[in-house]
């Protein structure tokens, strides 16, 4: 039986609008953090560190970034404090449906908030960057928890197979996710500019969804997540996270074309196999959010349009190792146009969030996130060795590949 709380450290001595499946959020997100006020009491177990006690691409697609270092602290500013959350016991990965090279699984942690509190940066510090590919760290809110600490429960082991999202709920609200942050290689601690922060209410708790390449081996993981905490007290503007995925319809190429997996249907097929229903439904699904059918290319696309006002004040976005090049533009085609992300070079070594001059948008207005794959990225990528084309879709595997833009917002 697992445990649905978190141990908890010490430095000095060890203690513990649009709706879609929430598979569609097994991506990345550096765009959030967390803070809370330096007098408040730590229950035993949180590794507490306050502002008083601190220091006021190839475009090749790298593929050695399992042995990344974690991502270095940046300076406390004052009144924060940090809290870290570690998983309450090592879990060995494996492949949950016997096959395929990636298991995500979700660990319930407990930051104790006894009241509101500011979250105002996050980072990850992998206890095995040898296989975790990346991190994600998602808010349950306290009317959740006893669903979560269940679905805990139901699964030998620490956490749970959780494939797309947390599998809490049935959808997932793209356009206010919530994700309150995550870590890539590459990523370092994720801080909010002043006055803004994510609220994470009193009661609620954290899951971390760990994604494990099984390529890099089935060592086991010890790993954790770092929130910057401020007062709930505190006069800050609430941030949102707001996704745009887009199809993946890579086709093989001609010379492989006859293979096994070239077909569509087949690649399908195989994604369900490794992932399950709840891991291979967003390659279709995502056709409801973005209209249109399936249209092999290495270009896709998708546009979404603003249902509220909102104003944008950092970008991201997430490929897998076939990326070449991604790109967030708003209001696509009019004399408004504006590039809010441009990465004509993808580097998976190089996910974090972009600070941007701030950019409001109106009810009406679009955003349309435009991503390139290419097959010859398997000629030169060790974690393709052996592995012929296949038709590429939505998928949660290191091999497969995805399309997601990330917005960070407020909203008036």
């Not at 994600?136 to 620490?158: M, N, R, T, Y």
Request: with cysteine; hydrophobic share 35%; aromatic share 6%.
């Amino acid at each position: 039986m697992s445990r649905s709380t978190s141990r908890r450290t010490s430095r000095r001595t060890s203690r513990p609008t649009s709706r879609l499946v929430a598979t569609v959020v097994a991506a990345l997100a550096l765009l959030l953090a967390g803070c809370s006020s330096a007098s408040e009491e730590h229950e035993a177990g949180h590794e507490a560190t306050d502002a008083s006690t601190a220091e006021a691409g190839t475009g090749t697609g790298h593929d050695d970034h399992a042995s990344v270092e974690p991502a270095a602290e940046v300076p406390l500013r004052r009144g924060e404090r940090r809290e870290t959350l570690t998983m309450p016991t090592a879990y060995t990965p494996s492949a949950p449906y016997g096959t395929g090279t990636d298991d995500y699984r979700c660990f319930l942690l407990d930051p104790g908030l006894e009241r509101d509190t500011w979250l105002t940066g996050t980072t990850v510090q992998p206890g095995n960057p040898e296989v975790v590919h990346h991190v994600i760290l998602f808010q349950v809110p306290a009317e959740q928890v006893a669903a979560a600490e269940e679905k805990d429960a139901q699964e030998d082991g620490e956490g749970w197979t959780c494939f797309g999202g947390t599998g809490l709920d049935a959808f997932q609200q793209v356009d206010d996710a919530a994700w309150i942050g995550a870590w890539a290689p590459g990523g370092e601690e994720s801080v909010r500019k002043p006055g803004y922060g994510v609220k994470l209410a009193e009661g609620s708790r954290i899951v971390m969804q760990v994604h494990y390449n099984l390529l890099a081996g089935t060592q086991p993981d010890t790993s954790a997540a770092q929130l910057r905490l401020a007062p709930g007290s505190r006069d800050l503007t609430e941030l949102h996270t707001m996704l745009l995925p887009a199809p993946v319809e890579l086709p093989c190429r001609a010379a492989y074309a006859d293979g096994p997996l070239c077909d569509r249907d087949a690649a399908m097929m195989d994604v369900l196999q490794r992932f399950g229903a709840e891991g291979s439904r967003t390659a279709n699904v995502l056709y409801l959010l973005c209209g249109g059918e399936p249209d092999p290319g290495q270009v896709q696309s998708c546009t979404r349009t603003v249902n509220e006002p909102i104003t944008i004040h950092a970008t991201g976005g997430h490929m897998h190792l076939l990326g070449r090049e991604i790109s967030v533009v708003t209001n696509p085609g009019t004399d408004r146009e504006k590039t809010v992300l441009d990465i004509p070079v993808w580097d998976f070594d190089d996910q974090g969030a972009r600070d941007i001059d701030p950019v409001s948008l109106q009810p009406g207005d679009t955003v349309k996130v435009t991503c390139r794959h290419t097959q010859s990225l398997r000629d030169q990528l060790p974690s393709f060795e052996g592995q012929p084309d296949r038709y590429v879709v939505w998928g949660e595997g290191t091999t497969d590949e995805m399309c997601l833009g990330m917005l960070q917002v407020s909203k008036p």
